[in-house]
């Protein structure tokens, strides 16, 4: 007897634990609730202080036809819930603004605005979500009571995802896309538009396609060490053990990891919409999601999509039937599947059949057979036509900008012309998650007379970095610089194709210069100059930098190989020692070669300089191998080509000046 006493009293504080622990379980869901209704509600618009006098009659009461549709919504409404009790009630007939109820496939109109940009799915989304404001649901746990239509959502700029998820949908209806209306459930981050734990889409590397290696079928193939199957069996077994402990113990770290989000108490119960898109139409390859809040691409299988209560669009409306236990990564979206998705009307076979088959036909069966097409005709939108004008299309933001917290990084967008340099987006990278130190900023551009498009800045290095599209005066398509002052370092890029001498890229600092050509007729690649120091005196007496150039060292020249000359004929490095009075030239060399052929050509020592004179001795200025050219050893073969030289030397000199005039500023 005491034993059994002893176990009820076991069995009683089992059960009372557990019912504690459930009322613990309600009580933190309840106030969770609460919480979010309170922050939800805490709004700076009022919604019953619209005017509605001003909406067309089709806003304030409803058709015949429209009647008929919502008992038909009723009805199924009826059935849906003796069939599915444990299921929460659907979205279907919300009110609208005038307080009238609407069948929600009616309040989707199709539309499409005449702008290159919303003709393409992304267009489209970065509209709607830089366009309006977002504001959370009443109740995160319920659907909405009411669904406004797109023409007032788009005229006081704002809405809940509901709101957002029917006016894109309209949208890319509009513009050609099998697009849906999606309720269903999402996690807390993505219900609240909360980033901070993402990585900002314009951080992201494009994946890196990895290099198929060239198998060898010579290569010798060694036979492997015998192994015991017994013992690999072992081995894994011990793998698994010590995986299994580590992934344990990573568990309890990511608990304790303080920059890890907080445990959301109702998860899986907060009510989001966004739009699914179907393959088929505009060459869509496969399914996937838009959140309307960001705009972004999805896939199906993303964790952060947990269940889809329906869908719907213009035509009809769709109850998901399979388990979303897992999310939404084994759903079928084939919505011809009756055992996958109910369907409030059946769609007539005239839309259902294959364009290879003839509706006449169909007909003609139907009669003989005695069937009766029961299929209901949807009634057209109630919603007047959808407009955007430029001027709202250029100037989404309603307070002027936008502003999106990433995981270490801020993005700030403004409209075309809100600000006078033409800065549109900017983009701030921090080193820490509190955003203070920041590493880089990126910023974009639009109509700039400079054709400027996006500016780096590096904030460890302080180095500026400007990027120019197609058809600048200089034909600059990018210039480094940490400070804009001539001879700080100034490294440019150009449109070498754009250029007649085929320059891409120019390095200058106070000592040097070094230019870089491609795709030029005399195969010169790179050109690297080399200066002293200004006179002092004239730098002292304030003489500007125009009269007072900085005086030419060294010019060298570097040649790729032309194979149309011998390599003894061919130069590969060109030296102009200007201060010197030294010329050097560099032959290529030939496979079997392991010396470079060299002519140099010096002054003469005791012999003042003349611009009208050349003197040429064998013994004096002229060295060179002994087995490079016969035209080498021939002295009036080598004065033309000093004479040549020199008057190369003059043009290198005027480039250098005209190099050194090109200013940036």
């Given amino acids: 007897m005491e034993a059994l006493e002893e176990r009820e009293e076991v069995e009683e504080t089992a059960e009372d634990e557990i019912s504690l622990n459930i009322s613990d379980f309600f009580d933190e869901l309840g106030e969770a609730v609460e919480e979010a209704s309170v922050t939800s509600a805490e709004s700076d618009f009022d919604w019953s202080s619209i005017d509605t006098s001003h909406l067309p009659s089709s806003y304030k009461t409803n058709s015949q036809q429209e009647k008929e549709l919502l008992q038909l919504a009723d009805h199924f409404f009826q059935q849906y819930t003796h069939l599915c009790p444990d299921r929460k009630p659907l979205f279907i007939h919300p009110l609208n603004e005038c307080g009238v109820q609407k069948f929600v496939s009616t309040t989707v109109k199709p539309t499409l605005l005449p702008f290159p940009d919303l003709y393409y799915w992304s267009g489209c989304a970065s509209f709607v979500c830089d366009y309006l404001i977002m504001e959370p649901l009443k109740c995160p746990i319920t659907p909405p009571s009411s669904l406004y239509s797109p023409t007032t959502i788009l005229k006081y700029q704002r809405g809940n995802c509901f709101d957002f998820a029917v006016l894109l949908c309209s949208l890319l209806i509009g513009a050609g896309y099998d697009a849906y209306c999606v309720h269903g459930y999402a996690t807390l981050e993505m219900c609240s538009l909360d980033q901070t734990q993402e990585l900002c889409p314009l951080l992201r590397k494009p994946p890196e396609v990895p290099e198929e290696e060239d198998p060898n079928k010579y290569r010798i193939k060694y036979p492997l060490d015998p192994q015991s199957k017994f013992e690999l069996q072992q081995k894994a077994k011990k793998e698994e053990e010590t995986e299994s402990t580590q992934e344990e113990e990573r568990e309890e770290e990511v608990v304790t990891e303080v920059g890890m989000p907080k445990r959301d108490p109702l998860h899986g119960l907060r009510v989001h919409a966004w739009v699914l898109v179907l393959p088929g139409k505009r060459k869509v390859p496969e399914t996937f999601f838009i959140n309307p809040f960001t705009g972004n691409h999805h896939s199906t299988t993303d964790e952060c999509f947990l269940g889809i209560e329906s869908i719907w669009n213009h035509r009809n409306y769709w109850v998901n039937m399979q388990d979303c236990r897992k999310g939404c990564k084994d759903l079928s979206f084939d919505l011809s599947d009756s055992i996958c998705w109910e369907m409030m009307f059946s769609e007539s076979k005239e839309l259902s059949q294959s364009p ?310």
């Fill in 356 to 665: 290879t088959e003839s509706p006449n036909k169909d007909t003609d069966d139907m009669q003989e057979k005695g069937e009766i097409d029961t299929s209901f005709e949807m009634p057209l939108s109630w919603v007047t036509q959808i407009r955007v004008s430029c001027r709202e299309y250029e100037n989404p933001f309603s307070r002027g900008k936008k502003v999106i917290l990433y995981d270490k990084a801020k993005l700030e967008k403004w409209a075309a012309f809100a600000n006078e340099d033409g800065l549109v987006e900017r983009l701030t990278v921090y080193a820490d998650s509190d955003c203070t130190e920041e590493l880089e900023v990126k910023e974009w551009f639009k109509h700039r007379e400079d054709l400027l498009y996006m500016r780096e800045v590096n904030k460890q290095t302080q180095l500026i970095t400007d990027h120019f599209r197609p058809g600048h005066p200089l034909l600059l398509k990018a210039h480094s610089y940490t400070s804009l002052e001539p001879e700080t370092g100034h490294t440019v890029e150009f449109y070498h194709t754009a250029r007649v001498d085929g320059l891409w890229k120019r390095f200058e600092n106070a000592t040097e210069m070094t230019e870089y050509f491609v795709g030029r007729e005399d195969f010169l690649h790179m050109r690297h100059i080399e200066f002293g120091e200004r006179d002092k005196e004239m730098e002292n007496g304030g003489i500007t930098a125009d009269a007072n150039p900085r005086p030419i060292v060294q010019i060298k020249e570097y040649f790729h190989r032309n194979p149309e000359k011998p390599a003894d004929e061919d130069i590969e490095e060109r030296v102009f020692m200007v201060i010197d009075d030294v010329i050097q030239l560099t032959y290529h060399l030939e496979l079997h070669d392991t010396i470079a052929s060299k002519v140099v050509f010096c002054r003469v020592i005791g012999r003042e300089k003349r611009e009208d004179e050349i003197f040429l001795s064998r013994e004096n200025t002229v060295k060179y191998e002994p087995w490079s050219s016969e035209k080498h050893k021939n002295m009036l073969h080598l004065y033309d080509l000093l004479w040549e030289l020199r008057a190369e030397q003059k043009e290198l000199k005027h480039h250098v000046r005209d190099s050194e005039a090109e200013h940036l500023l």
